[in-house]
């Protein structure tokens, strides 16, 4: 059990290819900390330094209060589980618990007693005695975990895991890893592309662009507050709306193409700029039949039944962009309807010309 | 292949067993032969086995064929057995680590390296057969184990296989091995070579095949009879000048020297289909 520090971390690849400026990230022991982002956002090549997998260019980690950058990877007391699960072909699941334990020269019996606990923990006691390709997807995860696990480590670092897997086995997965780190209580650094893993899974969530830390913050954090336009479209689903708008000169609230007037206190300050005014699909509800000034018209042009939800695709009157509203399941619309809809006040997020937040407290 | 015709069936089978019988007529007509006197198989080949079986293979195999010019069988079995072995063997063990250089090691001219030894594919032991000779020579290595062998050890077809099959190896083994605390060596001998084990039998099957067949090298090495190989050894018996070859025994021979490279093929059968038509991960 272990904090991690990583502090002012740079990577540079030869090239010279700058994949990581300069990041700064703390983790409180026992904490899960998800890295999210696009595919080559950098978030793998930070989880390989704090692995050792990966050189340092700039700066230092820290793991437990222990610099670790000249370390080798298994001197830094990690365990990693890789997208592929990596594990080896020829051992059985049994061998491939115990190999990091023999390489450490851990006694035999007390070998055995290690994988047969962590095996008992992930289910996997029936079957020690198979090779990888006789497992299942879900159980070479489990395996994967198990050697993980078994040697009880500072800190557990996940890449990707659940990429492999089918949709149903990875919400399973999501939540057995969730149960087994809250009972290890181990430090974990867990990385996915996937926002709806990171959302579920971590305490907290660092969101990565290009090599940079757009916003570190809790799940409800990031969903509510998002610091940069990028992490607002990033995390939620289906994706914020983006208009253009411009700021009352009053302050109060925004005009939008259209004759739409958005009150909201975020723009104060503002008179007069132009921003870009975010609105979560779930935030546009069905308004009273109007013309009032923070209602509009949507032209309503493909409908997704999800059931609980209908998600009604089309343009606002006015914005030439689709817009998607994600409206009550027992709404009754078509294709080719016209809609009013409103904001729910207090839940549309602006952003300025360098696409950073306004307004938030 | 699922279709399901009768009269395709019969011509595959045919066509399969034309084939067969086309590989495996000469090797019956060298036993056949093998199975007469002399003196019958000079009149003309025989088509069936005669009853000198025990005869002949008897003289060969106790009395030796000096007649024929060519020292004991035993000793020239053994001869091939020993440079087989030592460069089936020694080709592998080199190449697996050269390859292990070349694909997980960053050093300097490390891709000239790779491409010097790609190169020497294109010298086959014919074309570098002088300088290679003036070297053993030079080292005092004729009429030995060690010059029969070590010149054809080294091998650019190997280390290119198993280069390219540790570059299929997935990148996350590797890291998974270091997470687990294993070097280098330790990788190699726990992780790569057990996987490349199916890899390993093929190639030894072959390299022994290619000891056994070579003939030139042997010869230009050898002038003491105690190193001669069996494949010199039944040309020595073919060709003893003036005189008429001794058939039946040069034949029983051949069908000896043939079994050393069979037993092999057999023992190695099945990790062999394996190695050459699945890559296991």
New interface residues.
Partial sequence: MAPIAIDGVRKVYPGPVEAIPNLSLEIADGELCVLVGPSGCGKSTLLRMVAGLEEITGGEIRIGGRRVNDLEPAERDIAMVFQNYALYPHMTVYDNMAYGLRNRGVPKAEIRALVDEAAGILGLSALLARKPRQLSGGQRQRVAMGRAIVRKPQVFLFDEPLSNLDAKLRSQMRVEIKRLQRRLATTSLYVTHDQVEAMTLGDRLLIMNHGIAEQVGTPMDVYHRPATRFVAGFIGSPMMNFLPGRVAGDGRGVHLPGGWLLATAKARGHAGRPVTVGIRPEHLQPAATGTDSDTITLRTELIEVLGADTLVHGRLDGHDDTVIARLPGSLQVAAGDNLPLAAEPGTVHLFDETERAIGHV | MVERRPVMTVVQHLVLILGAALFVFPIYLAFVASTHTGVEVSRGLPLFPGDQLVTNYGTVLSDGIASAGAPPLGLMLFNSTVMSLAIAIGKIAISLLSAFAIVYFRFPFRILAFWTIFITLMLPVEVRILPTYEVVAGLGMLNSYAGLSIPLIASATATFLFRQFFMTV?D??T????????GPL?FFR??LV??S?TNLAALFVILFLYGWNQYLWPLLVTTDESYYTIVMGIQRMANVGEQQPVWNLVMATAILALLPPVVVILSMQRLFVRGLIEV??
């Fill in positions: 997935p996350e083994l890291d998974a091995a270091r997470i687990d605390g294993a330790k726990d992780i057990p996987l084990r296991e991960k």
